[in-house]
């Protein structure tokens, strides 16, 4: 029993203590991946599919989809032709005319980082968002800048999953993790 409890609490959060090798970063998916993820990790997910193109989108449903919250939503993006996922960074409509400008700072030892989104393509947003989930599962505490005021984002707990979710799971499909 006491063994059971043991892996419950520790499976929880299966990604917060693992490092991400950068040099794993891909955006090939595998049959196997492929599987895991339709079989155990979709029905946690919103899908849009675009059959012409042959992309399915996957948006976490526990996002928030309020329009006038400031939130940076993700959304993984299966390619079947190629065999690949890309993450795709979707500010909510409050950010939407904004340049994404982040600051993150660990509240016990007052690292203070900046992040930028400068190129928005999938190299450029897999290596932001992978920015972002190291610090967010440091614990850093996140501001945006919006109309030149810093203002918190990932600052509930639905903000914060949703976005360390959908990387875990992107990871997982990439076989980064």
Same mark, same amino acid.
């Given at each position: 029993?006491?063994?059971?409890?043991?892996?419950?609490?520790? #499976?929880?959060?299966?990604?917060?203590?693992?490092?991400?090798?950068?040099?794993?970063?891909? *955006?090939?998916? =595998? $049959?196997?991946?492929?599987? +895991?993820?339709? !079989?155990?990790? /979709?029905?946690?997910?919103?899908?849009?599919?675009?059959?012409?193109?042959? *992309?399915?989108?996957?948006?976490?449903?526990?996002? %928030?989809?309020?329009? @006038?919250?400031?939130?940076?939503?993700?959304?993984?993006?299966?390619?079947?032709? /190629?065999?690949?996922?890309?993450?795709?960074?979707?500010? %909510?409509?409050?950010?939407? @005319?904004?340049?994404?400008?982040?600051?993150?700072? @660990?509240?016990?030892? !007052?690292?203070?980082?900046?992040?930028?989104?400068?190129?928005? !393509?999938?190299? #450029?947003?897999? =290596?932001?968002?992978?920015?972002?989930?190291?610090?967010?599962?440091? #614990?850093?505490?996140?501001?945006?800048?919006?109309? =030149?005021?810093?203002?918190?984002?990932? !600052?509930?707990?639905?903000?914060?999953?949703? +976005?360390?979710?959908?990387?875990?799971?992107?990871?997982?499909? $990439?076989?980064? *993790?």
């Amino acid at each position: 029993m006491a063994l059971l409890l043991l892996l419950i609490i520790t #499976g929880c959060k299966l990604d917060a203590d693992k490092k991400i090798e950068r040099d794993k970063l891909t *955006f090939k998916i =595998g $049959t196997d991946t492929q599987l +895991f993820f339709k !079989n155990v990790r /979709q029905s946690y997910y919103d899908l849009e599919e675009n059959k012409e193109a042959r *992309f399915n989108v996957f948006r976490f449903s526990e996002r %928030s989809i309020n329009p @006038h919250e400031a939130v940076l939503n993700l959304a993984i993006v299966v390619n079947y032709l /190629q065999d690949e996922a890309y993450l795709l960074v979707e500010p %909510s409509e409050a950010l939407a @005319h904004e340049a994404i400008i982040l600051k993150a700072e @660990h509240a016990t030892t !007052n690292d203070t980082v900046a992040l930028n989104l400068e190129e928005v !393509n999938r190299e #450029g947003m897999l =290596g932001f968002c992978t920015d972002v989930y190291e610090l967010l599962v440091q #614990g850093y505490e996140f501001q945006i800048e919006e109309d =030149g005021m810093w203002k918190p984002i990932f !600052n509930t707990p639905q903000t914060k999953n949703a +976005f360390r979710v959908t990387v875990s799971d992107y990871y997982r499909l $990439t076989r980064v *993790f």
